[in-house]
């Protein structure tokens, strides 16, 4: 029953909305995602899985959030933790592995030794910019480092579509043709690595073609197919759902700078998607992103996601209101790990939190705000 109580006031303290003042320090959501899912060492911890999985998408994720709560304490717990039991000791010579927990004999130990592009990207992402924020030249060497090895390892040229990042580093190349994630490839991380080398903003551009191309009814799908002479084509495995996975590229799509490149046409075709989730006065948790018929109403992490594209419209003014007071009155359980941290990431934003330029630069609130 203990346990019970806490978690409903983690829950609680998690769902405030609004706008908070620049000069407010402390976030109390940070706080709460920690208390609830963050060790004592450093794991970010998926308690909803039966192994109580930890995955290197969820430690980059914890370190972003540690960022923009200006935590350089948990940061380095985070970045401890994941280079020592996913990267065998060294970010620098090792991609993290994407998922450890307990096996079927009961030990703790890594359980697929293959990389997650994108965890990869968040990780590296957050070391550039806390090095820049905190001046830790160290950090930016590690994040260049890992950026540079990501490269290595994710990137292929695809033939007819150029540079593009695969998911992971094997497992995503077959006959059929080649597997791709939208959601993996945020662009405001794209334009923070494009000031790093052009061949991130040839990815970026790549990036853009994709979602435009591959969400032909304005919605995105979890997975997509790419195949040589042929071009996008409907992922064999995972069909055209979107879902769980597709969330993501609207969360990234409403966070990109007004100035951003290609903003106004991306914001533009994902236009069906804020019209059905302001129709339906929630945002479905499936749509066939070939048909554009759409089912089911999402978790409560959908709705904190939509947040940023929401405030990108003056005409949604009511639906993100909408989704807001769903935020205030169903919060997701404090252990729920991907829920809370869609809505670390949508609450926190639309919370300013933070904003990313052009650039794709971090600005988060602390900077001009907080002292040490």
Same mark, same amino acid.
């Given at each position: 029953?203990?346990?019970?109580?806490?978690?409903?006031?983690?829950?609680?303290?998690?769902?405030?909305?609004?706008?908070?003042?620049?000069?407010?320090?402390?976030?109390?959501?940070?706080?709460?995602?920690?208390?609830?899912?963050?060790?004592?060492?450093?794991?970010?911890?998926?308690?909803?899985?039966?192994?109580?999985?930890?995955?290197?998408?969820?430690?980059?994720?914890?370190?972003?959030?540690?960022?923009?709560?200006?935590?350089?304490?948990?940061?380095?717990?985070?970045?401890?933790?994941?280079?020592?039991?996913?990267?065998?000791?060294?970010?620098?010579?090792?991609?993290?592995?994407?998922?450890?927990?307990?096996?079927?004999?009961?030990?703790?130990?890594?359980?697929?030794?293959?990389?997650?592009?994108?965890?990869?990207?968040?990780?590296?992402?957050?070391?550039?910019?806390?090095?820049?924020?905190?001046?830790?030249?160290?950090?930016?060497?590690?994040?260049?480092?890992?950026?540079?090895?990501?490269?290595?390892?994710?990137?292929?040229?695809?033939?007819?579509?150029?540079?593009?990042?695969?998911?992971?580093?094997?497992?995503?190349?077959?006959?059929?043709?080649?597997?791709?994630?939208?959601?993996?490839?945020?662009?405001?991380?794209?334009?923070?690595?494009?000031?790093?080398?052009?061949?991130?903003?040839?990815?970026?551009?790549?990036?853009? %073609? /994709?979602?435009? $191309?591959?969400?032909?009814?304005?919605?995105?799908?979890?997975?997509? &197919?790419?195949?040589? @002479? #042929? =071009? +996008?084509?409907?992922?064999?495995?995972?069909?055209?759902?979107?879902?769980?996975?597709?969330?993501?590229?609207?969360?990234?799509?409403?966070?990109?700078?007004?100035?951003?490149?290609?903003?106004?046409?991306?914001?533009?075709?994902?236009?069906?998607?804020?019209?059905?989730?302001?129709?339906?006065?929630?945002?479905?948790?499936?749509?066939?992103?070939?048909?554009?018929?759409?089912?089911?109403?999402?978790?409560?992490?959908?709705?904190?996601?939509?947040?940023?594209?929401?405030?990108?419209?003056?005409?949604?003014?009511?639906?993100?209101?909408?989704?807001?007071? %769903? /935020?205030?009155? $169903?919060?997701?359980?404090?252990?729920?790990?991907?829920?809370?941290? &869609?809505?670390?990431? @949508? #609450? =926190? +934003?639309?919370?300013?939190?933070?904003?990313?330029?052009?650039?794709?630069?971090?600005?988060?609130?602390?900077?001009?705000?907080?002292?040490?």
């Amino acid at each position: 029953m203990r346990l019970l109580k806490d978690l409903g006031v983690l829950a609680l303290a998690l769902s405030v909305v609004g706008p908070v003042s620049a000069s407010e320090c402390s976030w109390p959501a940070w706080e709460g995602y920690k208390h609830a899912l963050l060790s004592q060492d450093g794991r970010v911890i998926d308690r909803s899985s039966k192994q109580h999985i930890t995955t290197s998408e969820g430690q980059g994720y914890g370190m972003f959030f540690a960022l923009l709560a200006n935590d350089r304490d948990s940061f380095a717990q985070l970045l401890s933790w994941t280079q020592n039991n996913l990267a065998e000791g060294d970010l620098s010579r090792h991609l993290p592995a994407w998922k450890w927990g307990k096996d079927e004999h009961g030990h703790w130990s890594v359980l697929d030794t293959n990389n997650a592009s994108d965890a990869d990207l968040w990780i590296a992402y957050s070391l550039l910019e806390a090095g820049r924020l905190w001046g830790r030249e160290d950090y930016v060497t590690l994040g260049r480092n890992m950026l540079w090895r990501s490269a290595a390892q994710s990137l292929r040229k695809l033939p007819g579509l150029g540079l593009m990042l695969l998911p992971g580093d094997t497992g995503f190349e077959t006959a059929e043709g080649w597997r791709l994630n939208p959601s993996y490839l945020p662009l405001p991380l794209l334009a923070r690595f494009s000031q790093e080398s052009p061949i991130w903003a040839e990815l970026a551009d790549n990036t853009r %073609r /994709l979602l435009l $191309e591959g969400a032909p009814k304005g919605f995105a799908p979890d997975w997509l &197919l790419w195949r040589e @002479g #042929q =071009g +996008w084509k409907v992922d064999a495995v995972k069909g055209s759902e979107g879902s769980y996975d597709a969330i993501r590229v609207y969360l990234w799509l409403g966070m990109l700078a007004p100035d951003a490149p290609g903003r106004t046409d991306l914001l533009k075709h994902f236009l069906p998607m804020v019209a059905a989730s302001t129709h339906d006065g929630f945002p479905p948790a499936s749509v066939d992103s070939a048909t554009g018929a759409h089912t089911g109403i999402g978790p409560v992490g959908f709705s904190a996601a939509l947040l940023p594209l929401l405030a990108s419209d003056p005409t949604t003014v009511a639906a993100l209101q909408a989704q807001r007071q %769903r /935020l205030h009155q $169903e919060p997701p359980q404090a252990n729920a790990y991907y829920n809370q941290s &869609l809505t670390m990431f @949508g #609450q =926190g +934003w639309d919370d300013h939190r933070y904003r990313f330029n052009k650039e794709g630069r971090l600005v988060p609130s602390w900077v001009d705000s907080c002292k040490e």
